[in-house]
Each structure stands twice: as C-alpha cells, then as structure tokens.
C-alpha cells in the first residue's frame, strides 16, 4: 500500500523543562480522502488539524480537527478562527495509559465521515465515527493539508485511502475466487497484499505436510505427543516449567536478517495449548494450516489493557491467513480441538524497513506488562523429521511384532 511517513519531533526551549507545543504540517496524498495514523509513544494529549490551506488552524477558513486526551477524543470544525465540537468518543477511548499505541484520523469526502480508531486501522476498531452535516460536508473535498499539535514526539503514517471496510482474512488461489467472495469480502488473492506477502505465500502455497515419501508424518507427530517418550512429548514438558512458549516451533532455513528469527516456522498445537497475545516485530506474514485447526484472535494493539479481541475466526486445514506492519499483526492462537494442529508460519521484514526488530512482544499477564520473546526454535526441521520418522518406524515395528 502507497503511503507516507512523516515525523513529527517535539521542540524544546532552554528556559522551560516542559517541550513545547509543536505544529507542523504534511500534505494528504489525495485531496479530502485518507487516514492518518498517529504513533504516539506517550500518553501527552494530541491534536490532528485537516485543512484547505497550508496555515495554523486558526488561519484557516476551513478545518477540522481530532482532539484526543486521556479520556476521549473529539472531532470538530473551525469556521472563521471558531471551534465548533461535531461529536466526542466515549469515555475510555482516549489514551492509552501505557504509552506506546496507534491512533487513527480516517477522512471519507466519498461518503462524508470522519472516524477515530485506535490500534489498527480498520472499521473494528473505531471508536468515533460521524457522518457531516449538509452545511459542512463540501469542505471535505477541498482538504489537503495535516497539522499536528503535541508535547512530544509523534511519527504519522499517511494512507491514500479512509478506513471504510475491513480487509479479508483468508488468502485463496486465484482459480477459487468468485464472485460472492469479491462481494462479500470473505477472500482475498495474494496479489492484493505486500510484496513480501506475496513472496512468502509464493514458498509455501503448495506445501502439504504429508508427502509421498512420509504419507503419516501427522499421524507419526500425534505418536510422539501422546508417547511419555517422544521427542515431542519429552520437550513440551520441559517448557512448561520454563518461561518459553509451550508450543513447539521447529526452523526452516537461516535466519539472515531478513525475518524476526526463522524465515519459516513448523509450529505444532496439541489440544488446548495458545500462545499469549503477541505480534510479530512489525514483519509481514503468512500462516498457513497444514494439519487439524487453529482459533486466530485478533486485538486492536498490545497492551496489558486491551485483551478483548475485535475479531475470532477459525483457520482450518489447507486455509492461508496474513499480517503486515500496520494489519493482523497482534494476534492469540490456540488450539480448541481435540487433536492436534500444525502450522507453517513465514516472516519477512519490508523492504523499506531499515531497522529490523529481533523479537515479538508478548502480554504477560503473570508479570502484568509487556514481555520481549527472542524467536528462536526448538529444533530445525530436518533433525525433527528424522528423529519423528525414526519414532514412527520404532512404533509401527513394535506394533507389528507385538501382532506376530
């Protein structure tokens, strides 16, 4: 997605310790329509300005504006140097009180509406939207230009387009879209995602995990969960009285600096096991269900206070799902089957990224703050296909001479 990124650095005066108010502006890519996406690290009180010309606010013929405070936002429009307030968000949908979080502006001048979101932008995490009045609604068109006040360091995000629907979650070939799908918004095709989305369904796409020449590796990977001796087994039971993930995450390929660990990632689910609320170090990604079924939980950002998810779907066996920097990226998984679930999860950093973060944050809820996990793996793939085979071989020779 075309977008464009502005920093915006709070401006300090020798003779106060408190930075001062700074304004400064930015263009919107196309004039009226966008969304703004807000990175505040902090919890100091922000304002967004819209405006027909390149001036401060109360210059400006027509405006207008998103205040967001501790408590609330509030959206409003300034006629002459006058403010006016249109609406205000409920309680509880102002700043996050931890500090680091997204904050979104959406500007509609196809359908006439401002919306206010936190966390992704998307319309499930709106918290304020309203629809202009007939008197107001014609300046939308003529808006071009982004004034944004604040006490401290806030990076924005320009999108061309306002947040208006949410995107598909499931990645299907081209040959299974159809029309119903095009309307409905059930299914997307990978040419629609980023490059390194693309990429990445392009490697695993086809991969199945029973093959020709291993037609019961499933079946051999439930033997070694459920056996007391199985490398499986054994390992899950070390990692519960570790502060490790209790799932297993087995590498493919080495990690080169292009992906927060392994590029690609076995990660197997018995019954019952989930991951804690995570994203994934601003990567994009592709999961892929090869074996059984997954429940996805998807939450608006990561914070010890947001672990309500605005959307539960369930990946099924074959299906594909996605994540980018800005969209599907903070995440729970867990295994509510009976029987075990296995995953191919694929990463890469953007292209356009030039600082690449190491690791997932994680809630942990034991510790009530956010937790840095390191992405590394249990085992690499081709050790752990040898010793499950090996397994599978003992067990199906034990079988048959125990028959005989």
């Not at 966390?119 to 008197?135: K, N």
């Not at 969209?327 to 030039?354: G, M």
Request: aromatic share 10%; glycine share 4%.
């Amino acid at each position: 997605m075309n977008r464009q990124k502005v920093l915006f650095s709070e401006k300090h005066n020798s003779s106060i310790t408190q930075p001062t108010i700074q304004q400064k502006s930015a263009r919107l890519l196309v004039a009226g329509q966008g969304t703004i996406i807000a990175h505040q690290k902090g919890n100091l009180a922000f304002s967004i300005h819209i405006t027909t010309q390149l001036a401060k606010t109360e210059d400006c013929c027509y405006a207008f504006s998103l205040n967001v405070d501790q408590e609330n936002a509030t959206f409003s429009y300034w006629l002459d140097g006058e403010e006016t307030v249109i609406c205000k968000s409920d309680s509880g949908t102002g700043l996050n009180r931890e500090g680091k979080c997204l904050y979104w502006f959406s500007l509609d001048s196809t359908n006439y509406r401002l919306s206010y979101g936190i966390g992704e932008p998307r319309e499930l995490c709106t918290c304020l939207s309203t629809d202009l009045s007939s008197s107001i609604k014609s300046w939308l068109k003529n808006i071009q230009y982004i004034c944004v006040e604040s006490r401290q360091n806030i990076e924005i995000d320009i999108l061309p387009l306002p947040v208006t629907e949410d995107p598909p979650l499931l990645v299907v070939e081209r040959s299974q879209i159809t029309l119903e799908f095009l309307a409905t918004k059930k299914a997307t095709v990978i040419e629609n995602l980023t490059v390194e989305c693309q990429r990445l369904y392009a490697n695993i796409a086809g991969i199945e995990l029973n093959t020709p020449d291993f037609p019961c590796f499933s079946k051999a990977i439930e033997q070694s969960l459920t056996n007391p001796k199985g490398w499986c087994h054994q390992i899950l039971s070390n990692k519960k009285n570790s502060n490790m993930p209790t799932y297993l995450r087995i590498g493919m390929g080495t990690n080169q600096g292009e992906s927060p660990g392994c590029p690609y990632v076995l990660e197997i689910w018995p019954s019952g096991y989930f991951s804690p609320i995570h994203n994934h170090a601003d990567a994009n990604a592709i999961i892929k269900v090869l074996h059984g079924e997954i429940t996805i939980k998807l939450f608006s950002t990561l914070s010890t206070l947001c672990q309500t998810p605005f959307k539960t779907f369930l990946l099924k066996e074959g299906e594909v799902t996605w994540m980018t920097p800005l969209l599907n990226k903070t995440h729970q998984l867990h295994n509510e089957s009976t029987s075990v679930c296995v995953t191919i999860q694929c990463y890469a950093y953007p292209l356009t990224t030039n600082c690449h973060y190491p690791y997932f944050d994680y809630v942990d809820n034991h510790e009530n703050c956010i937790q840095h996990f390191e992405p590394i793996s249990d085992i690499d793939f081709l050790t752990f296909q040898r010793i499950i085979r090996q397994e599978w071989e003992m067990f199906i020779h034990k079988n048959i001479t125990s028959y005989l």
